[in-house]
């Protein structure tokens, strides 16, 4: 079975950092990339970008550029989202997805999310 | 960014009514469009792919149809479970967008 396991809530001030991690496991990790969904509490759904699981290749949501980062350890099939200099608006779960657009699917299977509150 | 418009925001419905959702793309996106049921407090669920491809253990009342710019979910016979918040995503280009929502709820 595929499984996507997202590390615990967080609670940060304004201007810190945050590094959610993604530990994967029933599939090929190499053979799907992953990508990274928001959700501000209460609203709709924004994708964030999404990361090759085998070389450095990412794409970012523009508005997001320059602060976010993803990147993947294959060794340990695992992903991580960095999302710096934290605002209000930042405040959200967060999920990492797993990404079969190469295969002609979309999003099928999801992390349980993780909560970020951005609160001084 | 290609702008995605679903309507309508909310519906009523009764339990085994027939419920369409509709998404529209600012631009066509040919087949490249999803649908998603989330409930509340849990991650979003991958319904349907490519527009019309049902995705593995989803159940057959649901389907899609559409293309270009003009997308619709159907549900033929709305079961008490299928009460909850439907989001459609275009990824035909980056940056890859959701529609707004279409929340279904209990008349």
């Known amino acids: 079975q595929v499984h996507l396991v997202q590390s615990g809530a967080e609670v940060k001030e304004p201007g810190a950092s945050v590094k959610v991690s993604c530990k994967t496991s029933?599939?090929?990790?190499?053979?799907?990339?992953i990508s990274w969904v928001r959700q501000t509490p209460g609203q709709g759904l924004q994708w964030m970008g999404w990361?090759?699981?085998?070389?450095?290749?990412?794409n970012y949501e523009e508005s997001l550029q320059g602060r976010v980062t993803m990147t993947t350890d294959p060794s340990t099939s695992t992903a991580f989202m960095e999302l710096r200099n934290l605002r209000s608006d930042d405040t959200a779960f967060y999920y990492c997805?797993?990404?079969?657009?190469?295969?002609?699917?979309?999003?099928?299977?999801w992390g349980q999310g993780t909560l970020v509150t951005v609160s001084s | 960014a290609i702008q995605m418009t679903q309507s309508p925001s909310s519906l009523s419905a009764s339990v085994g009514d027939r419920v369409t959702i509709s998404c529209r793309a600012s631009?066509?996106?040919?087949?490249?469009l999803g649908w998603y049921q989330q409930q509340p407090g849990k991650a979003p669920k991958l319904l349907i792919y490519?527009?019309?491809s049902l995705q593995s253990g989803v159940p057959s009342r649901f389907s899609g149809s559409g293309s270009g710019t003009d997308f619709t979910l159907t549900i033929s016979s709305l079961q008490p479970e299928d009460f909850a918040t439907y989001y459609c995503?275009?990824?035909?280009?980056?940056?890859?967008?959701f529609g707004g929502g279409t929340k279904v709820e209990i008349k």
């Open positions: 997805v797993r990404d079969p657009r190469d295969y002609g699917s979309q999003f099928d299977f």
């Open positions: 029933g599939y090929t990790f190499t053979s799907y990339s």
């Open positions: 990361s090759s699981s085998y070389n450095s290749d990412a």
């Open positions: 631009q066509g996106i040919r087949n490249a």
């Open positions: 490519a527009a019309s």
């Open positions: 995503l275009q990824d035909y280009d980056f940056p890859l967008t």
